[in-house]
């Protein structure tokens, strides 16, 4: 149980281009999802707390208006890189939690963005 | 306050050996203490978890040690495989925000 997808798992755009990547809680309700990201040999990084129906909540330093996050439904967010940028290649994973309780995160498998 | 600081950065050990890992924290505020295992390209995987009213953990070969007074916790594998080659995290979770804190990771190599 509670299994995390994410699609695509790996992606190349041009720059300019925008890329949308889903998070799906594929066994569970989620109303609280997260966003990070990873670059190479680091921790991960809080980007954004996605609540269904309401507006995401940005960590500091987190463009809001470049990274867009739509979590309309218990089972999907999804994360909007806008005029991407070879500085915004990086691995991004969404995290969920069970609406029906807890505190644990379960995390998707990673999406890898490449921005040539 | 906000920070969890993890040591070693880099871990080597030997087949059958014993693995650890600490991590120290400082906000009291944080009331749960997760572990990651995370394969390179993969997302992290929850290993075992502890809150601050227990000392200690344990699942299979992984186990938790957890010291409230000097805000410190540590992830003991037990038998090391070559298979547990993989980074860990620690990770600490603060109530009111439902946010994780993790630490900077330890990249564990079991050598056969």
């Known amino acids: 149980g509670a299994v995390v997808s994410q699609h695509p798992s790996r992606v190349i755009c041009k720059s300019g281009t925008s890329v949308k990547i889903e998070c799906r809680s594929l066994?569970?309700?989620?109303?609280?999802m997260f966003w990070y990201r990873q670059f190479p040999k680091q921790s991960l990084m809080l980007m954004a707390t996605s609540n269904e129906g309401s507006k995401a909540t940005y960590e500091q330093g987190v463009e809001k208006d470049k990274f867009l996050i739509n979590h309309a439904s218990l089972t999907l967010s999804t994360l909007t890189v806008t005029s991407a940028h070879p500085e915004d290649s990086s691995f991004y994973i969404c995290s969920a939690v069970l609406t029906s309780g807890g505190v644990t995160q379960y995390f998707g498998p990673g999406t890898r963005l490449t921005v040539l | 306050q906000q920070q969890v600081k993890q040591s070693p950065q880099s871990l080597i050990v030997q087949k059958g050996g014993i693995s650890i890992i600490n991590c120290a924290y400082e906000?009291?505020?944080?009331?749960?203490f997760p572990w990651y295992q995370q394969f390179p390209g993969k997302g992290p995987a929850l290993l075992i978890a502890i809150r601050p009213d227990v000392s200690e953990k344990k699942e299979g070969r992984f186990t938790i040690s957890f010291n409230k007074s000097a805000k410190q916790f540590s992830l003991h594998i037990m038998d090391s495989q070559p298979g547990d080659s993989a980074t860990y995290f620690c990770a600490a979770h603060r109530g009111s925000a439902r946010q994780l804190t993790f630490g900077s990771g330890t990249q564990l190599t079991v050598l056969p």
């Open positions: 066994d569970f309700q989620a109303t609280t």
């Open positions: 906000n009291t505020a944080f009331d749960y």
